[in-house]
């Protein structure tokens, strides 16, 4: 069974910084690809970054410079650390892997920024 558990949102100023984390379990996690989604009411979940199991990374154009994905396989653990964080940022975070052709989600965390 696996199941990926999200922590770390939370309700920060514009301009200051959250690391969300994400562990995984029932997965070979050092052998799939990892993913940050982020998803608004009424919105699509949209791609935040992801990270191949060699360390390949990639971002939305919009959080650039500003977001880290990494992780830790021996912790079977992915992590996205968060600055300069903007209002536009505000949602629900979804970490996701995929096994074979199923996509598997957490329950998401939320992160709140004021302006």
């Known amino acids: 069974q696996v199941q990926l558990v999200e922590s770390g949102g939370g309700l920060v100023q514009a301009g200051g910084s959250l690391r969300l984390s994400c562990a995984a379990s029932?997965?070979?996690?050092?052998?799939?690809?990892m993913g940050w989604y982020r998803q608004v009411p009424g919105k699509q979940r949209e791609l935040v970054a992801s990270?191949?199991?060699?360390?390949?990374?990639n971002y939305a154009d919009s959080v650039k410079g500003r977001f880290t994905i990494s992780r830790d396989n021996a912790k079977n653990t992915v992590f996205l650390q968060m600055n300069s964080l903007k209002p536009e940022d505000t949602s629900v975070y979804y970490c996701?892997?995929?096994?074979?052709?199923?996509?598997?989600w957490g329950q998401g965390t939320q992160v709140t920024v004021s302006s």
């Open positions: 996701n892997i995929v096994k074979s052709t199923t996509w598997y």
């Open positions: 990270i191949t199991p060699g360390g390949n990374t």
């Open positions: 029932g997965i070979i996690f050092r052998f799939n690809t």
